[in-house]
């Protein structure tokens, strides 16, 4: 059945194509290098895959890995976390910044955030005079001493800081002068970032480049066709999904996908069965539609998915057409939890098949399962176990542990125990 959408309602033009969800959900993996997953290999195909979704999310919660790592862990063979940080801290081609929120993105991208940097400095994220008076002694000090954390510089005075929670007048003038331009991350310690002069960390040409993008129009058309390419296929109803583009509200993005279909760099999409609205992808991308549409039928492989992963910004778009439902209940309280703390999707082929709760015994390099939860009608044969045994022991390899160990209620699971029998 194909959805009649009334686009009278939106304003938008009819979409020209519509989908089915397994060509929706197919083209959306396709996108995110994970159809099939672990495909890329090396550096370079690292650097093509941000071009293509613009940036990845930062969160300093470290279960099984950095979020950043795992979304990288799904995509690239073999990957490391050294080869983030060689991209971010020794090569300085990745950055880490803000974009949606906390993020990495291209080193290159970083004239095209110009606006959001000016814009910091009229309005600094803490204004308080005890905060911007020492943004001199912060830029002297690193200028004739190298790169500092925030525990270099004890003032022993707290300002308010986010949320209400008291923060360290020093660390609150390095939020400042990050967020101004001033400084970038020179490299990390765990969650502690150490702040150097950009002028250090970034080419003088690069610094030089002017906004390419000169007024405040052309910026919007610029970050919502990124955000746009940042899952494949976006949902204007995702609010959360939008975040981070400087001036641009609901009525302004209404605006901007209509001057960007105007000038044919995005294109309305329907799917069928889905909700009856449009959703919309870049024009660049549609040979790689194409392809995904017409090819034959690829070997599955499976994958665990950051909790933040590009795919899964998108909570209601993944529940219409990948028929998942997925929240993160990190920030739940415990007894308000469905399933628990730190629980990854499962992804195997084009469907998500369980979802499961890791954790890493540093002392051990063991890597525990504690629970897993199968979605409902899965029912898994010998071919999809198999693969995800390949899945697992990948994951426990880019973790360098050595043994993988059911507990909790995945140890009762008859079809995890074949996997991994008990001792």
């Known amino acids: 059945m194909f959805y009649n959408i009334n686009m009278t309602l939106t304003n938008y033009p009819k979409p020209q194509r519509t989908l089915?969800?397994?060509?929706?959900?197919?083209?959306?993996?396709?996108?995110q290098a994970l159809w099939p997953p672990r495909s890329l290999d090396g550096k370079a195909a690292v650097i093509d895959f941000f071009r293509r979704v613009g940036c990845i999310q930062f969160d300093p919660i470290n279960v099984v890995g950095w979020n950043p790592d795992l979304v990288l862990q799904a995509r690239v063979v073999n990957y490391r976390p050294q080869l983030l940080d060689a991209l971010l801290y020794k090569d300085r081609l990745l950055w880490d910044g803000w974009d949606k929120v906390q993020s990495i993105y291209?080193?290159?991208?970083?004239?095209y955030f110009s606006r959001r940097r000016a814009a910091n400095r009229e309005n600094h994220w803490f204004p308080q005079d005890v905060a911007v008076k020492i943004h001199p002694l912060i830029l002297e000090t690193i200028r004739d001493g190298g790169p500092i954390c925030s525990l270099d510089i004890q003032q022993k005075e707290?300002?308010?800081g986010f949320w209400g929670v008291p923060v360290r007048v020093?660390?609150?003038a390095l939020e400042n002068l990050y967020a101004n331009g001033?400084?970038?991350i020179h490299h990390r310690v765990g969650?502690?970032?150490?702040?150097?002069?950009?002028?250090?960390?970034l080419p003088a040409e690069l610094l030089a480049n002017p906004d390419p993008t000169p007024d405040e129009?052309?910026?919007q058309d610029w970050h919502v066709l990124r955000r746009v390419g940042a899952a494949g296929l976006a949902n204007l109803g995702e609010t959360e999904y939008w975040g981070g583009i400087l001036g641009v509200k609901a009525n302004h993005r209404r605006a901007t996908l209509n001057r960007l279909i105007e000038q044919s760099r995005i294109s309305p999409i329907a799917v069928e069965e889905g909700p009856k609205q449009p959703f919309f992808m870049r024009t660049n991308d549609t040979e790689l539609l194409e392809r995904v549409c017409s090819e034959a039928p690829i070997e599955k492989r499976a994958a665990l998915i950051a909790p933040l992963d590009n795919l899964i910004w998108q909570r209601d778009l993944v529940r219409r057409i990948f028929d998942f439902d997925y929240i993160w209940e990190v920030y739940k309280?415990?007894?308000?939890?469905?399933?628990?703390?730190y629980v990854l999707p499962v992804l195997y082929g084009d469907r998500f098949v369980a979802r499961c709760e890791p954790s890493l015994e540093r002392k051990t390099k063991q890597l525990s399962i504690r629970n897993w939860w199968w979605q409902e009608g899965i029912v898994p044969d010998e071919e999809m176990l198999a693969v995800l045994a390949d899945c697992l022991e990948d994951f426990c390899a880019y973790l360098n542990a050595v043994t993988i160990q059911l507990t909790g209620a995945a140890a009762q699971d008859p079809f995890l125990r074949r996997l991994y029998p008990p001792i």
């Open 158 to 160: 707290k300002i308010d």
């Open 333 to 341: 309280p415990a007894e308000k939890r469905q399933y628990g703390y």
């Open 191 to 201: 969650t502690r970032r150490y702040f150097d002069l950009v002028e250090r960390l």
């Open 182 to 184: 001033d400084l970038g």
């Open 217 to 219: 129009e052309s910026y």
């Open 20 to 31: 089915t969800k397994a060509e929706a959900r197919r083209f959306m993996l396709a996108h």
């Open 106 to 111: 291209l080193a290159e991208d970083w004239p």
């Open 170 to 172: 020093e660390r609150a």
